[in-house]
């Protein structure tokens, strides 16, 4: 199975570096020298790192078969996928392939069925659960054990820790503030 690692960024340098904006939590295991990835292009390519390292905070990877600058611009703004086999995990135990989340059934602490996860959206600060609801809105709730306490794979279930407004937008409460003066 094909899972998105990383987005190439703008060149650096002069020997075909690219800088890449990391999709994964193994990017030292799946941007390991020898590793092979695959663009998302209408033409995809196969890409074998020749080496990786960090530099200020970003991951710059040098491919074997991007010999200079020119070449590194040219997959400016491509996505990148890493072959992972079906029954692979994570290292660590708390941590999930959006593959294992999307399609596990959602409940409430208290056990209530409240709907299904359909998506994992990635955002700088944290990533969200997209749950389609039984009553059919889509809801999105943060990936944070405060919320989402528990996680069964063998169980194909999530556990949501309903909130005001969370699972709900309708039941929000609204706080009234004072006008400043």
Same mark, same amino acid.
């Given at each position: 199975?094909?899972?998105?690692?990383?987005?190439?960024?703008?060149?650096?340098?002069?020997?075909g570096e690219v800088g890449v904006d990391v999709?994964?939590?193994?990017?030292?295991?799946?941007?390991?020298?020898?590793?092979?990835?695959?663009?998302?292009?209408?033409?995809?390519?196969?890409?074998?790192?020749?080496?990786?390292?960090?530099?200020?905070?970003?991951?710059?990877?040098?491919?074997?078969?991007?010999?200079?600058?020119?070449?590194?611009?040219?997959?400016?703004?491509?996505?990148?996928?890493? &072959? #992972?086999? =079906?029954?692979?995990?994570?290292?660590?135990? +708390?941590?999930?392939?959006? %593959?294992?989340?999307? *399609?596990?059934? !959602?409940?409430?602490?208290?056990?209530?069925?409240?709907? &299904? #996860?359909? =998506?994992?959206?990635?955002?700088?600060?944290? +990533?969200?659960?997209?749950? %389609?609801?039984?009553? *059919?809105?889509? !809801?999105?709730?943060?990936?944070?054990?405060?919320?989402?306490?528990?996680? =069964?794979?063998?169980?194909?279930?999530?556990?949501?820790?309903?909130?005001?407004?969370?699972?709900?937008?309708?039941?929000?409460?609204?706080?009234?503030?004072?006008?400043?003066?």
């Open positions: 199975m094909l899972v998105t690692v990383g987005r190439i960024g703008r060149a650096h340098g002069i020997k999709r994964t939590d193994e990017p030292d295991r799946r941007f390991a020298d020898g590793a092979v990835v695959v663009t998302d292009a209408k033409v995809s390519r196969t890409l074998t790192v020749e080496s990786s390292r960090w530099h200020s905070g970003r991951l710059l990877v040098k491919f074997a078969e991007v010999p200079d600058r020119t070449a590194a611009e040219q997959l400016r703004n491509l996505y990148v996928q890493s &072959e #992972v086999a =079906d029954d692979e995990r994570p290292e660590d135990p +708390d941590e999930y392939y959006d %593959r294992d989340l999307i *399609g596990l059934s !959602v409940r409430t602490t208290e056990g209530a069925e409240v709907g &299904e #996860v359909t =998506d994992v959206v990635h955002l700088p600060a944290q +990533d969200l659960l997209e749950i %389609r609801r039984t009553a *059919g809105n889509t !809801v999105l709730v943060p990936l944070v054990e405060e919320l989402v306490p528990e996680i =069964d794979l063998g169980k194909q279930y999530v556990v949501v820790a309903d909130r005001p407004g969370l699972l709900d937008p309708e039941g929000a409460e609204v706080v009234e503030t004072e006008p400043e003066d």
